[in-house]
């Protein structure tokens, strides 16, 4: 069974950068296109960011302060964040979906892990 488990999250301020992991075990890491998406509370699950062999897509929300990027060797997927602002405060959650193209649909995702708190104070 395929296990993404987020870490990294935590209490930081406005402006502060972030480097969230999520490291998988099961299955070949290498086969999975991953994705990154993010709720507040009373919200739909919002896409934020993938990445694939070949290529990476992001939400233009998050365009030129997010990246993403996978370390195949350990299994591990990373979303560094900067200039953070306060509407960023959110539950980060890691997926993981059969290889192919990067998406933005949750629904695409097969194996999801359970989440990391970011908050971020003004």
């Known amino acids: 069974q395929v296990q993404p488990v987020e870490s990294g999250g935590g209490l930081v301020q406005a402006g502060d950068s972030l480097r969230l992991s999520c490291a998988v075990s099961g299955g070949t890491f290498s086969w999975y296109t991953m994705g990154w998406f993010r709720q507040t509370p009373g919200k739909k699950r919002e896409f934020v960011a993938a990445?694939?062999?070949?290529?990476?897509h992001y939400a233009d929300s998050v365009k030129g302060r997010f990246t993403v990027s996978r370390d195949n060797d350990k299994n591990t997927v990373y979303l560094q964040i900067h200039s953070l602002k306060p509407e960023d405060t959110a539950i980060y959650y890691c997926a993981a979906k059969q290889w192919g193209a990067t998406s933005t649909a949750e629904g695409s995702y097969d194996y999801w892990g359970q989440g990391t708190q970011v908050t971020v104070s003004s």
């Open positions: 990445i694939n062999w070949s290529a990476s």
